[in-house]
């Protein structure tokens, strides 16, 4: 009984863990790549996860954004690529995009003189 009780455990363990496989960051792909960028600020490219910029999106506070728009800066970090999504064919919609989004998740930002 005590070991059918652990096998159970381990069960119920393992299953939880392939369900936060599936249900969270299995479309993420760390890259090895770091980018050094030169953007000016504007708040119209802001987003709910950060700010467009060059091609990615990075993760800046919307305070932030709103501190520096209208500034040239410099953006360092590392590339994250979140996988697009598959269009279905009828059966749930999924939220996402439908391109690979390249993310800088936490940037190093230096404020250039104009």
Same mark, same amino acid.
């Given at each position: 009984?005590?070991?059918?009780?652990?096998?159970?455990?381990?069960?119920? !363990?393992?299953? !939880?863990?392939?369900?936060?496989?599936?249900?969270?960051?299995?479309?993420?792909?760390?890259?090895?790549?770091?980018?050094?960028?030169? !953007?000016?600020?504007?708040?119209?490219?802001?987003?709910?996860?950060?700010?467009?910029?060059?091609?990615?999106?990075?993760?800046?506070?919307?305070?932030?954004?709103?501190?520096?728009?209208?500034?040239?800066?410099?953006?360092?970090?590392?590339?994250?690529?979140?996988? !697009?999504?598959?269009?279905?064919?009828?059966?749930?919609?999924?939220?996402?995009?439908?391109?690979?989004?390249?993310?800088?998740?936490?940037?190093?930002?230096?404020?250039?003189?104009?």
């Amino acid at each position: 009984m005590k070991s059918l009780i652990i096998l159970l455990f381990l069960l119920i !363990a393992q299953l !939880a863990q392939a369900q936060n496989v599936v249900g969270g960051d299995i479309h993420k792909v760390k890259s090895k790549k770091s980018v050094s960028f030169i !953007a000016k600020i504007d708040t119209l490219q802001a987003t709910k996860e950060g700010i467009y910029l060059n091609e990615y999106v990075v993760n800046i506070s919307h305070d932030r954004i709103r501190e520096l728009n209208g500034k040239t800066v410099q953006i360092k970090g590392r590339v994250t690529i979140i996988k !697009a999504i598959k269009p279905y064919d009828g059966g749930e919609v999924e939220q996402g995009r439908m391109v690979d989004t390249k993310y800088i998740d936490s940037p190093e930002i230096t404020v250039l003189k104009n």
